[in-house]
């Protein structure tokens, strides 16, 4: 797959998505939220893809906003699709049936941080700055931040950082559970290989059923998240790879699974 503002490479089941804009800090314009769009569209269908990792180019920003000079040009009608488009395309990566892990290297900032929050897993280098700073520029967040932020760190937190627009260092991300893990930068990369190599390892539609169930929490109420997790629950244990699993773990031995 090539694109203009985007790079990707699959290896080993695992695709890595880097949004390379280098010289804007991999700034989002919208040539680029199209071309993840397509991306992750193609990749949701890719049967040799089971976990999915984006980042940013360079050692400086994983995705350092939305593009200024295309804000700058938004009148009411305009902003109102604008939003709407990268809702549309982060939600993709929220619903992807395939676990999305965000690597934040250096800054995701403004969009950086939305598309971060759209992703299943956060792991961040020492050097990653997160933060929703819109109202500096006389905007909110746009591309779902006020709704994914709110539901990840609590109301208070995420209201006091929207609304002062103050900078969240990888310390203070991994204490508000806003990340999953903080390393090393020269680390990040082969860390989140690490976890897309574990998560490949498993039963994959075990992986999908886990992902449909995670997907509709504060879609439904508690009872039909539960009732719609028997099912699937019960879909897994009509599985090949359920008999292999149990039976790998009374004998001791490592499952082979085959995805089915």
Known sequence: MEFKNLVVEV?????????????????LNNETIEELDEVFSQLNENEDVYVIIL?????????????????NNLDEQKAKMFSEKGQKVFSRIEKMEKPVIAAVNGYALGGGCEIALACNIRLASDNAVFGQPEVNLGIIPGYGGTQRLTKLINSGRAAQYILTGDMINAE??????????????????????????????????????????INIVGEVSGTEGQNYEASVFALCCGTDDFKEGTSAFLEKRKPIFKNN
């Open 172 to 213: 203070e991300a991994l204490r508000i559970g806003l990340v999953n893990k903080v390393y090393p930068q020269a680390e990040l990369m082969i860390k989140a290989k690490e976890m897309g190599k574990k998560i490949c390892s498993k039963g994959q539609f075990a992986v999908r059923m886990a992902m449909k169930a």
């Open 55 to 71: 980042t940013g180019s360079g050692d400086k920003a994983f995705v350092a906003g939305a593009d200024i000079s295309e804000l």
């Open 11 to 27: 290896e080993n089941n695992i695709a890595v998505v880097t949004v390379n804009r280098p010289e804007k800090l991999n700034a």
